[in-house]
């Protein structure tokens, strides 16, 4: 069974920065992709940055030159850095890793950190 665990959410003032962790229970070069996804209340989850095992990146247009996603290998965490953060970036944010089983996507997720952007 995959365990995500999340950390490093909080409360910063706009303008600061972040770095949310993802720990993961397996090896993380094994899954095909992992990323971070945020949820607004009452809005939909929402891809915010992706990185595949291959290393391409992608990011939502909302994050680009603020944040990225870096991955440790060795440590099997996956990282999200944010710089520059606005009240709109409140959210949950939650890892996500997915496999490819048999042309199945099967996904796993952490259960979520809260980052709250305010003065």
């Known amino acids: 069974q995959v365990q995500l665990v999340e950390s490093g959410g909080g409360l910063v003032q706009p303008g600061g920065s972040l770095r949310l962790s993802c720990a993961a229970s397996g090896k993380i070069f094994s899954f095909d992709g992992m990323g971070w996804y945020r949820q607004a209340p009452g809005k939909q989850r929402k891809l915010v940055a992706h990185?595949?095992?291959?290393?391409?990146?992608n990011f939502a247009d909302s994050v680009k030159g603020r944040f990225t996603i870096s991955r440790d290998n060795d440590k099997n965490t996956v990282y999200l850095q944010m710089n520059s953060l606005k009240p709109e970036d409140t959210a949950v944010y939650y890892c996500n890793a997915a496999r490819v089983i048999g042309g199945t996507i099967v996904d796993y997720w952490g259960q979520g950190t809260q980052v709250t952007v305010s003065s």
């Open positions: 990185i595949t095992s291959g290393g391409r990146r």
